[in-house]
Protein backbone atom coordinates (compact mmCIF):
# COMPACT_ATOMS: atom_id res chain seq x y z
CA UNK A 1 0.00 0.00 0.00
CA UNK A 2 1.20 3.64 -1.04
CA UNK A 3 1.57 5.72 2.39
CA UNK A 4 -2.01 7.00 1.74
CA UNK A 5 -3.71 6.29 5.17
CA UNK A 6 -4.35 9.25 7.38
CA UNK A 7 -1.96 9.89 10.16
CA UNK A 8 -3.20 12.81 12.76
CA UNK A 9 -0.30 12.51 14.64
CA UNK A 10 1.28 14.48 11.97
CA UNK A 11 -2.09 16.61 11.02
CA UNK A 12 -1.30 19.61 13.33
CA UNK A 13 2.60 19.97 11.66
CA UNK A 14 0.71 19.70 8.19
CA UNK A 15 -2.50 21.21 7.83
CA UNK A 16 -3.11 23.60 10.73
CA UNK A 17 -1.59 27.07 9.33
CA UNK A 18 -3.44 26.34 6.69
CA UNK A 19 -6.57 26.02 8.37
CA UNK A 20 -6.35 28.58 10.52
CA UNK A 21 -5.19 30.95 7.85
CA UNK A 22 -8.58 29.50 5.93
CA UNK A 23 -10.94 30.21 8.86
CA UNK A 24 -9.50 33.28 9.57
CA UNK A 25 -10.37 35.09 6.37
CA UNK A 26 -14.06 33.81 6.95
CA UNK A 27 -14.50 34.75 10.50
CA UNK A 28 -12.02 37.57 10.94
CA UNK A 29 -11.35 36.64 15.12
CA UNK A 30 -8.20 35.05 16.12
CA UNK A 31 -9.68 32.76 18.85
CA UNK A 32 -12.72 32.01 17.24
CA UNK A 33 -10.54 30.66 14.05
CA UNK A 34 -8.71 28.76 16.69
CA UNK A 35 -11.23 27.39 18.10
CA UNK A 36 -12.67 26.46 14.62
CA UNK A 37 -9.68 24.48 13.61
CA UNK A 38 -9.46 22.65 17.27
CA UNK A 39 -13.17 21.41 16.23
CA UNK A 40 -12.86 20.50 13.03
CA UNK A 41 -9.53 17.99 13.97
CA UNK A 42 -11.37 16.56 17.13
CA UNK A 43 -14.46 16.21 14.52
CA UNK A 44 -12.22 14.49 11.91
CA UNK A 45 -9.96 12.11 14.67
CA UNK A 46 -13.71 10.56 14.95
CA UNK A 47 -14.80 10.86 11.53
CA UNK A 48 -11.46 9.41 10.16
CA UNK A 49 -13.18 6.12 9.65
CA UNK A 50 -15.05 7.21 6.51
CA UNK A 51 -12.65 8.75 5.28
CA UNK A 52 -11.81 8.10 1.56
CA UNK A 53 -8.08 8.18 0.47
CA UNK A 54 -8.59 9.09 -3.15
CA UNK A 55 -9.38 12.57 -1.81
CA UNK A 56 -6.40 14.47 -0.59
CA UNK A 57 -6.73 15.03 3.36
CA UNK A 58 -6.56 18.87 3.44
CA UNK A 59 -9.69 18.63 0.99
CA UNK A 60 -11.15 16.64 3.16
CA UNK A 61 -10.28 18.79 6.59
CA UNK A 62 -11.40 21.87 4.75
CA UNK A 63 -14.37 20.37 4.16
CA UNK A 64 -14.98 19.68 7.95
CA UNK A 65 -14.03 22.93 8.77
CA UNK A 66 -16.12 24.84 6.15
CA UNK A 67 -19.16 22.73 7.80
CA UNK A 68 -17.97 24.33 11.04
CA UNK A 69 -17.85 27.75 9.74
CA UNK A 70 -21.25 27.42 8.25
CA UNK A 71 -22.51 25.94 12.14
CA UNK A 72 -20.86 29.56 13.53
CA UNK A 73 -22.73 31.63 11.28
CA UNK A 74 -25.85 29.85 11.84
CA UNK A 75 -25.50 30.10 15.58
CA UNK A 76 -23.58 32.57 16.62
CA UNK A 77 -25.56 35.70 17.52
CA UNK A 78 -23.60 37.81 20.33
CA UNK A 79 -25.07 40.07 22.33
CA UNK A 80 -27.95 40.79 20.33
CA UNK A 81 -29.10 43.37 22.46
CA UNK A 82 -27.03 45.67 21.17
CA UNK A 83 -27.46 44.51 17.65
CA UNK A 84 -31.23 45.99 17.40
CA UNK A 85 -31.83 47.00 14.01
CA UNK A 86 -34.71 49.57 14.56
CA UNK A 87 -32.92 50.98 17.68
CA UNK A 88 -31.83 53.53 15.74
CA UNK A 89 -35.50 54.14 14.01
CA UNK A 90 -38.88 55.08 15.02
CA UNK A 91 -41.71 54.16 12.90
CA UNK A 92 -41.58 56.52 10.34
CA UNK A 93 -37.79 56.18 9.67
CA UNK A 94 -36.53 58.86 11.56
CA UNK A 95 -33.67 58.87 13.16
CA UNK A 96 -34.40 58.51 16.75
CA UNK A 97 -31.26 60.77 18.00
CA UNK A 98 -28.91 62.61 16.01
CA UNK A 99 -25.73 60.84 14.26
CA UNK A 100 -23.29 62.78 15.96
CA UNK A 101 -20.27 64.11 14.36
CA UNK A 102 -17.16 61.21 15.90
CA UNK A 103 -13.89 63.31 14.66
CA UNK A 104 -13.42 60.76 11.78
CA UNK A 105 -13.33 63.18 8.90
CA UNK A 106 -10.60 64.93 10.64
CA UNK A 107 -7.45 64.52 9.22
CA UNK A 108 -6.39 61.20 7.10
CA UNK A 109 -9.02 58.72 9.13
CA UNK A 110 -6.25 55.62 7.66
CA UNK A 111 -2.94 57.11 9.15
CA UNK A 112 -4.73 57.25 12.66
CA UNK A 113 -3.81 53.73 14.73
CA UNK A 114 -5.69 54.45 17.27
CA UNK A 115 -8.80 54.97 15.85
CA UNK A 116 -7.86 51.61 13.62
CA UNK A 117 -8.01 49.96 17.40
CA UNK A 118 -11.26 51.23 18.40
CA UNK A 119 -13.29 50.13 15.49
CA UNK A 120 -11.23 46.31 15.41
CA UNK A 121 -13.08 46.53 19.00
CA UNK A 122 -16.40 47.71 17.42
CA UNK A 123 -16.22 44.98 14.72
CA UNK A 124 -15.80 42.12 17.20
CA UNK A 125 -18.90 43.17 18.64
CA UNK A 126 -20.63 41.81 14.94
CA UNK A 127 -21.75 38.58 14.89
CA UNK A 128 -19.39 36.34 12.39
CA UNK A 129 -21.60 36.27 9.77
CA UNK A 130 -22.18 39.92 9.56
CA UNK A 131 -18.22 40.51 9.51
CA UNK A 132 -17.56 37.75 7.28
CA UNK A 133 -19.80 39.38 4.42
CA UNK A 134 -17.54 42.61 5.08
CA UNK A 135 -14.45 40.28 5.51
CA UNK A 136 -15.22 38.48 1.76
CA UNK A 137 -15.80 42.03 0.42
CA UNK A 138 -12.25 43.17 1.14
CA UNK A 139 -10.30 40.18 1.37
CA UNK A 140 -11.50 38.68 -1.73
CA UNK A 141 -13.30 41.34 -3.58
CA UNK A 142 -16.59 39.71 -3.94
CA UNK A 143 -19.70 40.81 -5.59
CA UNK A 144 -22.91 41.06 -3.63
CA UNK A 145 -24.40 38.38 -5.50
CA UNK A 146 -21.40 36.01 -4.86
CA UNK A 147 -21.20 36.64 -1.30
CA UNK A 148 -24.50 35.41 -1.00
CA UNK A 149 -24.06 32.53 -2.65
CA UNK A 150 -20.68 31.62 -0.52
CA UNK A 151 -22.49 32.36 2.50
CA UNK A 152 -25.70 30.90 1.87
CA UNK A 153 -28.24 34.14 2.42
CA UNK A 154 -30.50 36.02 0.80
CA UNK A 155 -30.22 39.06 -1.24
CA UNK A 156 -32.78 40.90 0.99
CA UNK A 157 -31.11 39.38 4.08
CA UNK A 158 -27.33 40.64 2.53
CA UNK A 159 -28.51 44.15 2.47
CA UNK A 160 -30.15 44.44 5.82
CA UNK A 161 -26.67 42.85 7.40
CA UNK A 162 -24.87 45.44 5.67
CA UNK A 163 -27.15 48.41 6.44
CA UNK A 164 -27.68 47.29 10.49
CA UNK A 165 -23.72 46.71 10.59
CA UNK A 166 -22.54 49.75 9.62
CA UNK A 167 -25.59 51.84 11.51
CA UNK A 168 -24.14 49.57 14.71
CA UNK A 169 -20.31 50.38 13.99
CA UNK A 170 -21.28 53.81 13.77
CA UNK A 171 -23.09 53.72 16.63
CA UNK A 172 -20.24 52.27 18.34
CA UNK A 173 -18.00 54.75 17.17
CA UNK A 174 -19.89 57.30 18.60
CA UNK A 175 -19.87 55.94 22.07
CA UNK A 176 -16.07 54.91 22.43
CA UNK A 177 -14.51 57.29 19.95
CA UNK A 178 -16.15 60.37 20.63
CA UNK B 1 -46.60 65.16 -2.67
CA UNK B 2 -47.32 62.86 -0.52
CA UNK B 3 -44.87 60.32 -2.00
CA UNK B 4 -42.37 63.28 -1.19
CA UNK B 5 -43.15 63.65 2.22
CA UNK B 6 -42.58 59.75 3.08
CA UNK B 7 -38.88 60.40 1.30
CA UNK B 8 -38.28 62.80 3.45
CA UNK B 9 -39.32 61.17 6.48
CA UNK B 10 -37.87 58.02 5.73
CA UNK B 11 -33.96 57.87 6.94
CA UNK B 12 -34.01 54.34 7.71
CA UNK B 13 -34.93 53.97 4.00
CA UNK B 14 -32.42 56.51 3.08
CA UNK B 15 -29.37 55.18 5.00
CA UNK B 16 -30.29 51.99 3.90
CA UNK B 17 -29.31 53.19 0.43
CA UNK B 18 -26.40 54.76 1.46
CA UNK B 19 -25.22 52.04 2.42
CA UNK B 20 -25.93 49.81 -0.87
CA UNK B 21 -24.70 52.64 -2.80
CA UNK B 22 -21.20 51.27 -1.49
CA UNK B 23 -21.32 47.76 -3.10
CA UNK B 24 -23.38 48.48 -6.38
CA UNK B 25 -24.83 51.19 -8.27
CA UNK B 26 -28.32 52.74 -7.44
CA UNK B 27 -31.24 51.94 -9.69
CA UNK B 28 -31.95 55.40 -11.12
CA UNK B 29 -35.29 55.37 -9.28
CA UNK B 30 -33.53 54.78 -5.91
CA UNK B 31 -30.77 57.37 -6.73
CA UNK B 32 -33.53 59.76 -7.32
CA UNK B 33 -34.76 59.15 -3.87
CA UNK B 34 -31.67 59.25 -2.08
CA UNK B 35 -30.82 63.12 -3.60
CA UNK B 36 -34.27 64.12 -2.74
CA UNK B 37 -33.89 62.78 1.10
CA UNK B 38 -30.04 64.16 1.44
CA UNK B 39 -31.45 67.33 -0.03
CA UNK B 40 -33.32 68.11 3.21
CA UNK B 41 -31.85 65.78 5.45
CA UNK B 42 -28.37 67.07 7.39
CA UNK B 43 -28.62 64.23 9.94
CA UNK B 44 -27.92 61.43 7.21
CA UNK B 45 -25.72 64.12 5.44
CA UNK B 46 -24.00 63.28 8.00
CA UNK B 47 -24.04 59.52 8.49
CA UNK B 48 -23.49 59.13 4.84
CA UNK B 49 -19.77 60.71 4.83
CA UNK B 50 -19.40 59.01 8.64
CA UNK B 51 -20.44 55.56 6.60
CA UNK B 52 -17.69 56.05 3.94
CA UNK B 53 -15.01 56.70 6.13
CA UNK B 54 -16.13 53.91 8.21
CA UNK B 55 -16.48 52.01 5.03
CA UNK B 56 -12.83 53.13 4.39
CA UNK B 57 -11.68 52.23 7.59
CA UNK B 58 -13.28 48.61 7.75
CA UNK B 59 -10.93 47.93 4.47
CA UNK B 60 -7.67 48.67 6.05
CA UNK B 61 -8.49 46.75 9.05
CA UNK B 62 -9.23 43.68 7.34
CA UNK B 63 -6.30 43.92 5.03
CA UNK B 64 -4.26 44.48 8.34
CA UNK B 65 -5.22 41.45 10.23
CA UNK B 66 -4.69 39.66 6.66
CA UNK B 67 -1.24 40.55 6.12
CA UNK B 68 -0.45 39.67 10.12
CA UNK B 69 -0.86 36.76 11.67
CA UNK B 70 -1.31 34.24 8.83
CA UNK B 71 0.33 31.47 11.27
CA UNK B 72 -0.70 29.62 14.33
CA UNK B 73 1.43 29.80 17.61
CA UNK B 74 3.45 27.50 18.85
CA UNK B 75 1.85 27.60 21.78
CA UNK B 76 -1.71 26.29 20.55
CA UNK B 77 0.03 23.93 17.90
CA UNK B 78 1.53 22.21 20.85
CA UNK B 79 -1.78 22.13 22.74
CA UNK B 80 -3.31 20.80 20.02
CA UNK B 81 -0.90 18.20 18.91
CA UNK B 82 -1.45 16.59 23.02
CA UNK B 83 -5.29 17.22 22.74
CA UNK B 84 -5.14 14.68 19.56
CA UNK B 85 -2.35 12.28 20.92
CA UNK B 86 -4.71 11.74 23.86
CA UNK B 87 -7.64 11.09 21.87
CA UNK B 88 -6.03 8.68 19.71
CA UNK B 89 -4.18 6.87 22.78
CA UNK B 90 -7.51 6.47 24.44
CA UNK B 91 -9.15 4.73 21.37
Not at chain 1, 46 to 69: C, V, Y
Not at chain 1, 71 to 79: I, Q
Not at chain 2, 47 to 74: C, W
Amino acid sequence: MEKTMSDPALWVERYADRLYAFALKKVFEDELAKDLVQETFLAALQARNAFREESAELTWLTGILKHKIADTFRKKKRRPEELGGDDFFDESGHWKTKPLEIGIDDGNPLENKELDKVLKKCMEKLPALWLAVFSLKYLEDSTSELICTSLGITAANFWVIVHRSKLNLRACLQKHWL
Amino acid sequence: MKLTEKIMADCKKATFLIEKQQFKPLTLGEQVKLKIHLAACSWCRTYERQSKNIQLLMGSVFRHSATKTKELDPEFKNKLKILINTKLENE
